[in-house]
């Protein structure tokens, strides 16, 4: 049980949709992370958020978005959904000084 | 750009048998490398993490470790168990100013048959 939780499970969307991932970590991780996990790959870095604001963002294009409250939760929302898009979503939270990633158990995403 | 590959992609033993993963990746400037374990559908979980000025570390069946100046990590699992099959992730972390983004091999998927 790492305390990072991740919603929804799993959730269908249609091409052209918008779609909103929610993650909540304990109190004091100050970093979090999100990463893309297509079926049978390594997961992707798509960016990081440390103190609510965006300080680290892979190669992923614009219409992958975030957020990071003061509460320790994070949204990922992605826009103009494709195809390819479809993967498991996981995030990440790191306590401030210390070295490990405590990953979320993901949230499915399917794009018909 | 920091690549990082995971051999073999897949491992099938019979129970009880000891076992080496290997992980290798292009750029030594790393802050720690980290082996996770991800069961099917599910998130990753952490087994070890080897900061760049450590060799190795183990907890309790498992030792991986580390050459950083050949770009090289193994991770082995001592009398595999059933429970074992998973597939097993490592990652890098880069030595930057900022952030904490972790790269990732495709993972070696593992069996282990009763």
């Known amino acids: 049980e790492t305390g990072v939780t991740q919603s929804p499970t799993h959730l269908i969307k249609t091409r052209g949709q918008q779609v909103t991932l929610r993650c909540s970590s304990q109190?004091?991780?100050?970093?979090v992370s999100w990463y893309q996990q297509a079926l049978g790959q390594g997961p992707q870095f798509i960016f990081q958020y440390y103190r609510e604001e965006e300080n680290g963002r892979g190669n992923f294009p614009p219409r992958f978005s975030g957020l990071q409250f003061p509460n320790y939760s994070s949204e990922l929302n992605v826009n103009a959904l494709e195809l390819d898009d479809s993967a498991l979503y996981l995030c990440?939270?790191?306590?401030?000084?210390?070295?490990?990633?405590?990953f979320g158990p993901g949230t499915r995403l399917t794009v018909l | 750009k920091q690549e990082v590959t995971q051999i073999p992609a897949a491992l099938s033993v019979p129970e009880g048998e000891n076992l080496v993963l290997n992980c290798s990746f292009t750029d030594s400037a790393i802050y720690n490398l980290q082996w996770f374990r991800q069961d099917p559908g599910k998130g990753l979980t952490s087994l070890l993490l080897?900061?760049?000025?450590?060799r190795e570390q183990t907890s309790g069946r498992l030792n991986a470790s580390l050459d950083k100046s050949s770009g090289r990590s193994t991770l082995y699992i001592a009398a595999s168990q059933p429970g074992d099959s998973a597939t097993y992730l490592c990652a890098v972390r880069p030595l930057e100013t900022s952030g904490s983004r972790l790269t990732f091999g495709e993972g070696t998927q593992l069996t282990v048959n009763p």
């Open positions: 990440a939270s790191q306590p401030k000084g210390f070295s490990w990633q405590f």
């Open positions: 080897i900061q760049s000025s450590q």
């Open positions: 109190s004091g991780h100050n970093t």
